[in-house]
């Protein structure tokens, strides 16, 4: 082999897989970290612990944006998505309308069922129950939710609002500590959901339009507002990171967040920062929620010099191990300051605090 | 074998696969009916046209929603999403904004270009080329088709209004037969995206919105206004038949009006009664694009006693043979009345016409 | 943009995309062709009919050789894949051992029957029914099948033998028109089997195996010299084309072929010079099914300036619409000379024939 | 709601799902503890975890196989794979030649590199590396593994035989503790590879073919004698279970084999007793692969009565989280007695050892 040939050939052979030892585990940190020198997806898990480790030890203290889609609190991650808010290891939320009235339906009493994916369909109609995949949920409980929804929606002061202002005023109403929502109430973190009308919280506010429509003042969801508010933090930030669970509506608006930012402040900002992602979409589909952080880059919504990972695996077994091996370790991100967003009508100023 | 077990044995085996034979095709139509005598997912495909056909031919003429995600312009798909508006075989559409915005993207002059999944993203950035898997569009382009929706936006009156009013005042604007939006203004068909803001028609809103946030009458996207239109749609039809193409928002909207109109109209309704589905999405995930149309009927969302099919391919090879198959074959829907939506606010009659 | 850019901008955008426009289809050729200036998937599948086709009129006159693997038979692709080897459109054939055997059942008078992937499988087992997704087989039929292999297996010669030799002999003891195995015998086309013995044919092996295994001389199947007589045939070909339908055994034998022949014959060969995937897996699992044909292009085992396609995109759709257009197309390949293989032992002496 | 309806609605209630709390964890026996009462594809594996304790503390000892197929070694799981052997966890190893193959690369020296799945491969080429998705293997050190493998051949005797006969020959000759085929040598614990030839070891065992093949005695792989040594295997156990990672020829060799060797010792045999499998594949396809265990039932592969679970995440993720939490619960399962296979030629003899 030509000499020039050999030394091309010697550095890509650098870093070598170490096979995984579970004999000599002393934690999920641990099983992530020898994640990190496998292969396959194994390698790029670790490497989304990797990522995410960065964006809370940069300096700039980027602002980090956590995207939920799927059935996650169906699978068990409610704990989880709220250690996350309550730690302060995302500053804002964004989530389809379905994990957050999930949540509320836990708050107020409702659990979900561990059933089967052969179940009877037609049967669990007449019995009112709902499945989601292997796992029921009891209609008699979505009622008493979507009654405790239409009533706090029924104090909300009577004028436009953004998706964040009204589910910041639902979550302050529920003093529940293992609400998502109440904890990032507690917390000041944002919760958008750019599609909230497409859910079950949906429900309720369609029967509250119905009821209201033809008054002059009314609340009402003035969807483009969530636009703007997202922009301003997006301005407004020293650099952001992207967190997506699942693709869906979420990923697409934080990512085209980037784009709206450039136009509406008249600046060409670099993209979000650290992007990772667990997913079980692939790109060969063409479809946004599969699509590689790489794509992303030509639209220039991820910065070209991004830290980025994709690891293909679901929720309910990926996130419990990024989460459980960032609690392992915390001494990495202790300390970090949270931030404080202070809203006047719909502006924003993002604070660091502790 | 004992005799009651023959019978049994016997009554399973009453249809047989048939080999599918390429050398006597006489065109889509008859390939998909070919697909219904065979196995695994052409089978399924040909279903999907049975369900189709079902719908179209009933005499309680359903209304039939169609509901569309992912990359479906840059797959070729224009002409034939617009064609199934023209020839009356869908009375309603739900879609992503991402596809509208693509419709208006070739309205403008813009085009999709073919290009590689494996492009070097940092210079196609640099380049302002944006990449959907291995197509790429013009930033440049982008920016003309912002700015004409932009001048449309600032003529649209200063209220309140649902998508639909919106995407129906875009779509009257072009005088583009190719375009979905326009054919369907023109036929008169209404279409929602219930999460229009996460789409780049959603930066010309935004601009929109930052530049009128203060005055007391300005256009707003009033979000829940969707759902109600939506409601009196699926409460004014006899029958409901749904056909997604993947799943997403508009998937998940569709099956829930169901449940928002039993709400608002104090009724129990029998769920979509005609359903079926293309996608690359997979049940055991746990999420609602890839959840079967079985799961729907526990939740009330698909009639007890639909027909409903769902096919596990790409749209950019199931649809054209789908929608060839309906070409093919239109003597068994030609002459289906077509529905008039008669528009007073918010509120909507539907009339057969022709 | 400065003038460098906008040049390397101008050299991407050369080929846009055009809608499929299903009004104006005059058959699968056509409608396979406007595939080919679309995008995802549907142009995926279109160019790996362009491959096809480029093997098929390549003046080197390549050997084709055919991957089979999945259930095609029941899929209703009997008639496809033996139309295939019947028009000569491809030269070798290699199989799991179920596709073949499923074309011995039904050429004892075995079907497939449609059933549903919903199925009691527990009743299933007491009816003597045996479950493929959404198909049933009979496994009273299966018995009568095993029993037609062991009596033609007795009579095969007391000696070591290649899967080729010995699926060849079962071929000609079959006069049926639209078998596989028996159009292969009549014209000649090598099949092979290299994991034979993990199928049902494996059963009525192991039966002899267990009759005859203290017999001196006795008909076994010699695995290794399939690789013998495969290699051969790479050798002694002036060009290669792949044609996978699925992955398994088959694509990785095929592959590795040229690995085996480059060491067997002291050479450094070119690799397969064509090469076309339909596939349901995807790359980031890593294994060989799904791996891409670049990556082959590292271990050599497709050619460094290949023409290569891959497909995302089920059989039992994907492959009648590929087959249906090379017939659509035949003035393409009429006239092709066919390959005659001459036998002695284990060599093979290839000629071309008409 | 009637009374008869609302008890069985209660009776489906039983079980809530319990989300995860990764800050009370102790261990990954500890987690997929909690996994077992969560949703999706965690609770899958949950219970893929208590399917193989229960098959571990049957007071009947069942014979535990494992079918090995993907990219495992080059995942980093050579260490895992190892172990389960080495503890006893396993009985019987069925793998793909290229496991098999890339754990003797190791013995030799060989090594996995980092690599990328964006890799230029036709550099790779060049450089003699051959990619695995994102990782690098060594050509060169794969001639040094091929000579190995040829060397060892030459000394086998010059007799018909099993791929478990060769590769305990090849085990045996090795003394590494880290290899999975030198541990099962070692442990006595049988290994085979149904498609042996398929693979880098076919190489080698082609160069003995070529220079050997006119020789009256010669090693020759007698494929079919591995299904005679298999079913001996099953027809000698009281009960079996059955591990897949991934699917390919190890399943369905292993599945085939409960039917051959009901053939084979004229009995109804029940079907392998307990089962499980984590897969990247998925039922729709129609493949063995990725078919479900309940249809396995219909051919009565799968006892009826069976304990099965099948989990959708790839091996180097799902596996270290298994055996991580079967050795975190090694009290469960300590004191199993082992198996001792006394194999006289073709024919074995099971007993108890310890």
């Known amino acids: 082999m030509p000499r020039t040939l050999a ?7 650098t870093r070598s897989v170490r096979p995984v030892d579970v004999t000599r585990l002393s934690g999920l940190g641990d099983l992530l970290t020898q994640f990190q020198t496998t292969s396959i997806q194994a390698r790029n898990l670790g490497r989304c612990l990797e990522v995410w480790e960065n964006a809370l030890t940069d300096k700039k203290r980027p602002t980090i944006l956590l995207g939920l889609s799927g059935p996650l609190i169906a699978a068990g991650l409610r704990k989880v998505l709220r250690d996350l808010v309550d730690w302060g290891l995302v500053d804002v939320v ?74 910041g005023f639902l979550g302050e109403r529920f003093d529940d500590p293992d609400s998502i929502l109440a904890t990032a109430a507690r917390r000041g973190v944002p919760v958008f959901s750019p599609a909230l009308i497409d859910s079950s919280i949906g429900i309720g506010l369609t029967l509250h339009y119905q009821a209201n429509r033809r008054k002059k003042q009314r609340f009402m969801l003035d969807a483009v507002r969530d636009n703007y508010e997202l922009v301003q933090i997006l301005a407004g930030s020293p650099r952001t990171a992207v967190i997506y669970i699942g693709g869906g509506t979420p990923k697409n608006w934080i990512n085209d967040g980037i784009v709206m930012a450039n136009y509406a402040f008249g600046r060409e900002g670099e993209g979000h920062y650290y ?10 589909w063409g479809g946004l929620s599969g699509s590689t952080l790489d794509e992303a880059q030509s639209w220039g919504k991820i910065s070209k010099t991004a830290t980025r990972a994709m690891a293909h695996v679901e929720a309910s077994i990926g996130l419990p191990l990024l989460v459980g091996a960032l609690w ?17 009508g719909d502006e924003v100023k993002i604070r660091r605090s502790r």
């Open 7 to 13: 030394a091309r050939r010697k550095s890509y052979l």
């Open 94 to 167: 964004v989530s389809t309308g379905a994990v957050l009235y999930q949540d509320l339906y836990q708050t107020i009493g409702g659990r979900h069922w561990m059933g089967t994916p052969n179940a009877n369909d037609v049967e669990l109609r007449d019995l009112y129950l709902d499945r989601i995949y292997d796992t029921y949920v009891d209609e008699l409980k979505f009622e008493d939710t979507d009654r405790a929804i239409g009533r706090i929606t029924e104090k909300f002061p009577a004028r436009p609002a953004s998706s964040r202002e009204f589910l």
């Open 328 to 344: 392992d370790r915390r001494s990495v991100w202790k300390g970090r300051p949270r931030l404080a967003f202070d809203w006047t």
């Open 275 to 284: 992007a990772l992602q667990i997913t079980t979409d692939v790109p060969h």
